[in-house]
């Protein structure tokens, strides 16, 4: 017996079939993961409610605190303004100096150059100091120099010389030594170079036995009155032995 072949309505029933099996365990799958997602907002749900309460326990007891040590802090601030006026920091008063000083450490210059130089600026004050130096850069006033060059000779000299290098570094010391004279406290109209010296420093030596110039300089400035308040004493000193004179 030979089977029929199957018709097309046949095969329908069979294809719903089969999809109808295939279905029925992704339902499930599908019911199980809603369940899941419903249990894990759940969850979420409740570690916020947590977190929440615990935050607000947190805030409480800092009002709490806040409240507890408030009337301490109230405490403190009068006891502090009770010891104010007791603890007084006492200002230290800035002694006054004599000098001021400056100093030329191992200068690449002749010391024969320096010490002429030395000569020249002493009792001067620092400004016309500076000056006459910068005159001597543009070759205007020559250095007076014992027995060398007389035809740089300028009036009141027999003869001179323009160094203008050390004249440079002079300057340079002049400047620092004025910035010194300010900080001490000193009057820069009263200020004179009172003291000027330069002496060999450390002389590297050269091939053959030779060795570099090298000298030291000092230079110190000081306040000394001027003629006007010397008169002035004077004219005082003079008045009191007249009075003391009548006096008697």
């Given at each position: 017996?030979?089977?029929?072949p199957?018709?097309?309505?046949?095969?329908k029933k069979?294809?719903?079939?089969?999809?109808n099996?295939?279905?029925?365990?992704?339902?499930?799958?599908?019911?199980?993961?809603?369940?899941?997602?419903?249990?894990k907002?759940?969850?979420?749900e409740?570690?916020?409610?947590?977190?929440?309460?615990?935050?607000?326990?947190?805030?409480?007891e800092?009002?709490?605190?806040?409240?507890?040590?408030?009337?301490?802090?109230?405490?403190?601030?009068?006891?502090?303004?009770?010891?104010?006026?007791?603890q007084k920091?006492?200002?230290?008063?800035?002694?006054?100096?004599?000098e001021?000083?400056?100093?030329?450490?191992?200068?690449?210059?002749s010391?024969?150059?320096c010490?002429?130089?030395?000569?020249?600026?002493?009792?001067?004050?620092?400004?016309?100091?500076?000056?006459?130096?910068?005159s001597?850069?543009?070759?205007?006033?020559?250095?007076?120099?014992?027995?060398?060059?007389?035809?740089?000779?300028?009036?009141?000299?027999?003869?001179?010389?323009?160094?203008?290098?050390?004249?440079?570094?002079?300057?340079?010391?002049?400047k620092?030594?004025?910035?010194?004279?300010?900080?001490?406290?000193?009057?820069?109209?009263?200020?004179?170079?009172?003291?000027?010296s330069?002496?060999?420093?450390?002389?590297?030596?050269?091939?053959?036995?030779m060795?570099?110039?090298r000298?030291?300089?000092?230079?110190?400035?000081k306040?000394f009155?001027?003629?006007?308040?010397?008169k002035?004493?004077?004219?005082?000193q003079?008045?009191?032995?007249i009075?003391?004179?009548?006096?008697?």
């Open positions: 017996m030979t089977e029929r199957q018709t097309k309505p046949q095969e069979l294809n719903r079939e089969f999809d099996l295939k279905k029925i365990p992704l339902e499930k799958k599908a019911q199980e993961i809603g369940k899941l997602q419903e249990k907002e759940d969850k979420t409740n570690l916020k409610n947590e977190e929440n309460k615990v935050e607000q326990k947190i805030v409480d800092k009002k709490e605190e806040k409240k507890e040590t408030a009337p301490q802090a109230q405490q403190s601030t009068e006891v502090k303004k009770e010891k104010a006026p007791s920091k006492e200002v230290k008063k800035i002694s006054k100096k004599d001021a000083i400056a100093k030329g450490i191992n200068l690449h210059l010391k024969k150059h010490m002429y130089i030395c000569k020249y600026i002493k009792n001067k004050t620092i400004d016309i100091a500076i000056k006459d130096l910068e001597v850069i543009k070759m205007k006033n020559p250095i007076p120099f014992k027995g060398e060059i007389p035809h740089r000779s300028h009036p009141g000299m027999m003869s001179g010389r323009y160094p203008v290098k050390a004249s440079k570094e002079f300057i340079y010391l002049l620092g030594l004025k910035g010194n004279v300010i900080v001490n406290g000193l009057d820069l109209d009263k200020t004179l170079i009172y003291y000027a330069a002496t060999w420093a450390a002389r590297p030596a050269k091939r053959g036995g060795r570099f110039k000298a030291f300089v000092v230079l110190k400035a306040e009155p001027v003629q006007q308040e010397i002035e004493k004077e004219m005082k003079e008045n009191k032995e009075k003391l004179g009548e006096k008697a």
